[in-house]
């Protein structure tokens, strides 16, 4: 068997879990759902450039995922109209671009669909190798055209097919952040808006203000999804970008609601000061330390002027 930077796992009865080993040491999780006729995949994780260990065979994410289910029998369907068997067509969804997220969609660009936030598309035409940190790490920025810019709470459907997938615009992370709620297996992709153990980064495009709309909105929107689940005895549980992929969505949003105005408040935990990318960061965790804020400090300063709440951040460290 060929050796890899990567790992296919189930998630679920139609979906499956690929994480990259990589030396940026992000390990992103990306999601790859399988429909009759198509195939959707939630980020592309860093890159073939940036496998751990540069030794490994396989390094391309779109090679590794169709050798995948080719093994497993779900990369090609038969053609009704002509009996003709035929791959099955991509449907690329970006959480956000931050590179490890599109470090692969140049392996996309030019046979596949691709959905991208629309609530700030500047974002994405105007400086993505800035904006999306590819420059700062190195990683090639990728060259893509944009099927179809998102909208909110957007019902997806593609050529009549029906993906029981919906969309979130979610800023805050970063302006182009997206979550998606799949109806069929009740598992909301978070991005980078939430997760488990790690600090949710508040870095360079970031923004707190928007942060905190954007979770209020999912825990309304969770909260009322699991009241239609009720009946069938089961919950919303949360995919993430990284770390995270079986949590108790209603439950994460809300330790991370709590943690985010603790932070605010200068009540959640100061674990670590350090310098990066010639910025301040600091970071807070919750009482559990399970749940957390990694804050270039001029970004809180802002949010918590803007709620009133009046208190001196640490004074900064020396790189």
Not at 249 to 265: G, M
Request: glycine fraction near 4%; proline fraction near 4%.
């Amino acid at each position: 068997m060929m050796t890899s930077c990567f790992s296919f796992t189930p998630l679920n009865k139609s979906t499956y879990k690929v994480v990259q080993d990589d030396s940026l040491n992000e390990l992103p999780f990306i999601y790859v759902k399988v429909y009759p006729t198509l195939l959707v995949l939630i980020d592309t994780g860093c890159g073939p450039n940036h496998a751990k260990d540069p030794t490994v065979e396989e390094k391309s994410i779109r090679r590794y995922i169709e050798t995948n289910l080719e093994n497993e029998g779900k990369l090609k369907y038969v053609d009704p109209e002509t009996s003709e068997t035929k791959n099955k067509h991509w449907l690329v969804f970006i959480t956000h671009t931050h590179y490890d997220h599109i470090g692969g969609l140049f392996e996309f660009a030019d046979d596949s669909s691709i959905f991208i936030s629309g609530y700030s598309q500047e974002y994405i035409l105007n400086d993505l190798g800035c904006n999306s940190l590819c420059c700062a790490f190195n990683i090639p920025t990728p060259k893509f055209t944009v099927s179809h810019w998102l909208e909110q709470n957007e019902h997806l459907t593609f050529n009549g097919v029906d993906l029981h997938l919906e969309a979130l615009i979610t800023p805050g992370h970063t302006p182009d952040e997206i979550a998606l709620y799949d109806s069929e297996e009740h598992v909301f992709y978070a991005g980078d808006s939430l997760y488990e153990v790690l600090p949710i980064y508040i870095i360079e495009t970031s923004n707190m203000i928007e942060y905190v709309a954007s979770i209020d909105m999912m825990l309304k929107y969770v909260q009322a999804k699991n009241k239609e689940l009720e009946p069938l005895g089961v919950r919303v549980t949360t995919a993430s970008g990284h770390i995270t992929d079986t949590a108790d969505t209603e439950k994460l949003i809300i330790e991370t609601q709590e943690c985010f105005w603790n932070t605010l408040k200068g009540k959640a935990i100061l674990t670590e000061q350090k310098v990066m990318r010639q910025k301040n960061i600091l970071i807070y965790m919750n009482e559990a330390n399970n749940v957390g804020f990694m804050c270039i400090d001029t970004k809180l300063e802002e949010a918590k002027k803007h709620f009133g709440f009046e208190w001196e951040l640490p004074a900064p460290v020396s790189a």
